[in-house]
Antibody, heavy 121, light 111 residues
Framework: DVQLLESGGGLIQPGGSLRLSCAGS????????MSWVRQAPGKGLEWVSS????????FYADSVKGRFTISRDNSRNTVDLQMNSLRAEDTAVYYC??????????????WGQGTLVSVSS | DVVMTQSPLSLPVTLGEPASISCRSS???????????LSWFQQRPGQSPRRLIY???KRDSGVPDRFSGSGSGTEFTLKISRVEAEDVGVYYC????????FGQGTKLEIK
């Protein structure tokens, strides 16, 4: 079975940095694009970022461009999200999601349980 | 950005009755590769999203056949033939043709 396990969330002050990580298992990690999707408290889903299977090719929502960086290590089956210059509006549960294809976040077929990021002073 | 508009946003349904959710996109969703990347997700209370339908009408493994998807162009629909108690939650449409965007969500509750 596909498993995605996020870690790294927590409480951080505005302007701070946090690094999320997602470990994948139960599938051929290196052949699938991976994405991060977030959900603010009581709100809907918002796509954040995607990375192609080989790591060359990254994509970001305008709301995080220039502040967040997605990366992956196919030898360790992990995908990370480095979040800098955090703002209160970045407060959300961050989900890691597997794509059905190698290309990008077009078909998110499996999701992790999420990790909560709270940005507050 | 492609805007996905769902209706209704709240859907009270009697057990055993059908339900239907509409999703409209601001642009057509046919990709240059010929596929239409329109998916539907269910998010039960306290859980992460689960994909039900992909490429408009393909049901994911393990999804009951009372769930079905249809549509084309800019108009798409998720139908539940007979609502059960376990169907309570929020349903989202998502397009993956022009980057990735989600609808606002439709909250299904039992009347």
């Amino acid at each position: 079975d596909v498993q995605l396990l996020e870690s790294g969330g927590g409480l951080i002050q505005p302007g701070g940095s946090l690094r999320l990580s997602c470990a994948g298992s139960g599938f051929n990690f290196s052949t699938h694009a991976m994405s991060w999707v977030r959900q603010a408290p009581g709100k809907g889903l918002e796509w954040v970022s995607s990375i192609r299977s080989g790591g060359i090719g990254t994509f970001y929502a305008d709301s995080v461009k220039g502040r967040f960086t997605i990366s992956r290590d196919n030898s360790r089956n992990t995908v990370d999200l480095q979040m800098n210059s955090l703002r209160a509006e970045d407060t959300a549960v961050y989900y890691c999601a597997k794509d059905a294809t190698a290309i990008r976040g077009a078909e998110l077929d499996s999701w992790g349980q999420g990790t909560l990021v709270s940005v507050s002073s | 950005d492609v805007v996905m508009t769902q209706s209704p946003l709240s859907l009270p349904v009697t057990l055993g009755e059908p339900a239907s959710i509409s999703c409209r996109s601001s642009q057509g969703l046919v990709h240059i590769d010929g596929n239409t990347y329109l998916s539907w997700f269910q998010q039960r209370p306290g859980q992460s999203p689960r994909r039900l339908i992909y490429r408009v009408s393909k049901r994911d493994s393990g999804v009951p056949d009372r769930f079905s998807g249809s549509g084309s162009g800019t108009e798409f629909t998720l139908k539940i033939s007979r609502v059960e108690a376990e169907d309570v939650g929020v349903y989202y449409c998502m397009q993956g043709t022009h980057w990735t965007t989600f609808g606002q969500g439709t909250k299904l509750e039992i009347k």
